[in-house]
């Protein structure tokens, strides 16, 4: 089983829509999650740290813990085109000496 | 701006040569990473250092090297051991608890 578990995808969503990407991870003390969003030929970019149970919000994007169920989400309203990338979920762990695990990534792709 | 550098952009290499990818940071960050990804593939980690002259192998360390002479530099050398070397390179950093962030990338292919 792989420490990070994503849907590869792609997802497609049509524009306006919510889009649910999600992730699965199995190391039970992972603190901090992460998701960045890569574009095509691009470097990943972070767009949301959680840290804590629950929900956080910043502004079109609502990140979402839980971690007795040991899965984290990542919301996007309204969606636009420019949405359209590969979604990266990254944690840390307490063990891990600073490294982040990364899953293998979502695709979304937002339809006009 | 305070950011990550990555040079080049894009690199060659010659069968038998070694090649040196530069990563400078002045984010006063104390870890820095390296990364390949394959197409379609995600991240994976092949050298990490928490403190100036200690570094780490990762997951895919072999036909790699990397130092860290100094906070702000950690400059990863694919030698000829390493047989596949296309990819895309990501050099990381970050301080404490907090995410990492990237540079812009290095895309290396064969010649």
């Known amino acids: 089983q792989k420490e990070v578990e994503q849907n590869s995808g792609p997802l497609s969503v049509p524009e306006g829509a919510i889009a649910s990407l999600n992730c699965t991870y199995s190391?039970?003390?992972?603190?901090?999650f992460f998701w960045y969003r890569q574009y095509s030929g691009k470097s990943p970019e972070l767009i949301m740290s959680i840290y804590s149970n629950g929900d956080k919000e910043d502004g079109r994007f609502t990140a979402q813990l839980n971690k007795a169920s040991q899965y984290v989400s990542l919301l996007i309203r309204d969606s636009q085109p420019s949405d359209s990338a590969t979604y990266l979920c990254a944690l840390r762990t307490y063990t891990n000496a600073g490294k982040s695990t990364f899953g293998d990534g979502t695709t979304l792709t937002v339809k006009p | 701006d305070g950011g990550i550098t990555q040079s080049p952009k894009y690199l060659f290499r010659k069968e038998g040569q070694n090649v040196t990818l530069s990563c400078e940071q002045n984010l006063n960050h104390d870890a820095m990473y390296w990364y390949r990804q394959d197409p379609g593939q995600g991240l994976r980690l092949i050298y990490y250092s928490q403190i100036v002259n200690d570094f780490q192998k990762g997951d895919i360390a072999e036909g790699y090297s990397v130092s860290r002479e100094k906070k702000e530099s950690f400059p990863l050398t694919v030698t000829s051991a390493q047989k596949n070397p296309t990819a895309f390179y990501l050099c990381?950093?970050?301080?404490?608890?907090?995410?990492?962030?990237f540079g812009d990338g290095t895309r290396l292919s064969i010649l």
């Open positions: 190391d039970r003390v992972s603190q901090s």
């Open positions: 990381a950093s970050s301080s404490g608890d907090q995410p990492q962030h």
